[in-house]
């Protein structure tokens, strides 16, 4: 299911990323009381009536030509290009501005859904002199005191008013995956030589690949796929052009779509330590993983090169031990053909659905093997597991007290789980509630 975006952009010192951290629940803009400190958008999740969706927060953009303008100014449009829903927030407290004028003026040509936010407006007195922003012609106003969470309700209820119907992926049989990967890694070579044509351009030059694009085909066996390329995902200290920043958020939200992700590394390069973090995106999304090594033709290569590559991808990626690794090259098509096999496969054990019963037999068993931990005399007690969702699969297990449930514990029953049965390639959640 693809998840809505919603940017948040005004001129400098109106309280954007007050507001930011107030939707997001937790403080990760930068705050602090000086024109310009956000300069990059930054991104998090929220969720408002059960619906989530993603959030930008923007540089502040002024008429003027103060220091980093041109770059805020294409970094907002961007982000206002790339939302579903824009929230444009002035101050209660100075009135209209010509920059508040400029930003309408980009506004209107958007064409997109916009919400005015009047911040600032931190006691009722101040509403009677927000009345002059209706001049913007925009629409209706919400007042709020972002630094109070007064109005922000009112708020966050417009926005998923505005926000596209969800459209469910789960009806369709469509297997979607999607590459990620650090720039030049070789994703849109990949993609060309899986499809056997030059669907995507592929160029040796760093971050060609700017936008997330869709390829649908189908196998043999007549299963359908939809594969999504993403611009490669670069270290944001690293980064001086303002559309690789934008290329972060799409491969996210490629990665959301996705079923499956395959994680390209460079062969020539080897592991960089920022590969591990664009992983771990796909990680925590509870996506199914493949862990692919392209270029694998251009290495010189002995008797102990494929095993010294998966010791340290093993090593490196701890926490992907249930992915499988392909040593692949987009140049010679080696091994391309047991992507789409591989793909389908992870799929299937991403939706796999477990019998309580049977489950339960396994839990038991692990529990014969190596017994509950103790803590303070009192022993864990494990109930009964049921398996509550997929994609990825996820199990609750109900216990005495959740806090004797040590995760040392929890990694063992799903080791023991993964022992049983067929998960190779999707993370697995297993969560302990205390029973009812």
């Known amino acids: 299911m693809s998840v809505a975006t919603v940017a948040i952009v005004g001129r400098p010192n109106v309280g954007k990323s007050t507001l930011f951290n107030r939707i997001a629940g937790e403080r990760i803009s930068i705050v602090e009381d000086v024109e310009g400190v956000t300069r990059d958008r930054i991104y998090a ?11 930008i927060d923007t540089g502040g953009i002024d008429d003027v030509d103060a220091p980093f303008m041109e770059q805020i100014k294409h970094q907002a449009e961007i982000a206002m290009n790339e939302a579903d829903v824009i929230v ?15 930003v309408a003026k980009m506004l209107y040509k958007t064409e997109k859904p916009v919400i005015l936010v009047v911040n ?3 006691n009722p007195e101040m509403r009677n002199d927000i009345y002059d922003f209706y001049s913007l012609g925009l629409g209706e106003i919400y007042p709020v005191s972002s630094v109070h969470g007064i109005g922000t309700g009112d708020v966050l209820d417009a926005i998923i008013e505005n926000l596209p119907a969800e459209d469910s992926q789960d009806e369709s049989d469509v ?15 990949l993609i060309n030589a899986i499809l056997g044509e030059d669907r995507v351009i592929a160029s040796p030059v760093a971050g060609t690949t700017r936008d997330a694009i869709d390829t649908h085909f189908v196998d043999a066996e007549g299963q359908e796929f939809t594969m999504i390329d993403t611009a490669g995902m670069r270290k944001s200290g690293k980064v001086y052009e303002n559309t690789e920043k934008y290329s972060v958020m799409r491969a996210m939200r490629a990665i959301d779509r996705s079923d499956v992700v395959l994680m390209v590394l460079n062969a020539e390069e080897g592991i960089r330590e920022y590969d591990k973090r664009i992983a771990g995106f796909a990680h925590e999304a509870g996506k199914g993983i493949i862990i692919v090594v392209n270029k694998w033709d251009t290495l010189d290569k002995d008797n102990h090169t494929l095993k010294n590559w998966e010791e340290d991808i093993r090593d490196q990626f701890q926490y992907l031990s249930y992915a499988p690794i ?22 299937q054990n991403q939706n796999l659905r477990i019998p309580s019963a049977v489950l339960n037999d396994v839990i038991m068993d692990a529990i014969a093997v190596n017994p509950t931990p103790t803590d303070k005399g009192k022993r864990l007690k494990i109930f009964y597991a049921t398996q509550v969702a997929v994609k990825p699969p996820t199990f609750v297990i109900f216990v005495n ?6 995760f040392s514990y929890l990694r063992f029953l799903e080791n023991q789980i993964r022992k049983a049965f067929v998960f190779e390639g999707t993370p697995i959640h297993l969560i302990a509630r205390k029973r009812k």
């Open 88 to 102: 444009f927030v002035v101050s209660g407290k100075e009135g209209i501005t010509n920059a508040d004028e400029y």
């Open 45 to 55: 999740q929220a969720e408002w009536l059960n619906r989530s969706f993603s959030i």
């Open 120 to 122: 600032k407006v931190d």
């Open 401 to 406: 007290e959740e806090e004797l449930m040590h």
């Open 326 to 347: 392909i040593f692949v090259s987009a140049m010679t098509k080696q091994r391309l053909h047991k992507l789409p096999a591989m793909i389908k496969e992870i799929s």
């Open 175 to 189: 297997i979607r995956f999607s590459l990620i990967g650090r720039p030049n890694v070789g994703k849109s070579s």
